[in-house]
């Protein structure tokens, strides 16, 4: 059975940073698509980044050069350090397994962004 448990999300001031992890069972994350996600509620999840099975990455354009995805393998664990938080980044942020003919989420960790 393939879980992601992501964890890191709370409470910083404008201009901080926060470190979500996503501990991943039941695949190995080194050979998946994974990526983060995050929802506000009324609007459509949309995609912060993917990181590749290469270990290439990609980002939304809104947090490009701000946010960056890396993973470690020992721990099958993917991370997404945000950095120059802005009150429009919060959000639940979700984890994200691109299986063959079908995706895996996360239970999200909450983001908020405000003074």
């Known amino acids: 059975q393939v879980q992601l448990v992501e964890s890191g999300g709370g409470l910083v001031q404008p201009g901080g940073s926060l470190r979500l992890s996503c501990a991943a069972s039941?695949?190995?994350?080194?050979?998946?698509?994974m990526g983060w996600y995050r929802q506000v509620p009324g609007n459509e999840r949309e995609l912060v980044g993917v990181?590749?099975?290469?270990?290439?990455?990609n980002y939304a354009d809104s947090v490009k050069g701000r946010f960056t995805i890396s993973r470690d393998n020992a721990k099958n664990t993917v991370y997404l350090q945000m950095n120059s938080l802005k009150p429009e980044d919060a959000a639940v942020y979700y984890c994200?397994?691109?299986?063959?003919?079908?995706?895996?989420w996360g239970q999200g960790t909450q983001v908020t962004v405000s003074s």
């Open positions: 990181i590749f099975i290469g270990g290439v990455t």
């Open positions: 994200n397994a691109n299986l063959v003919g079908r995706d895996v």
């Open positions: 039941g695949i190995i994350i080194s050979l998946s698509r």
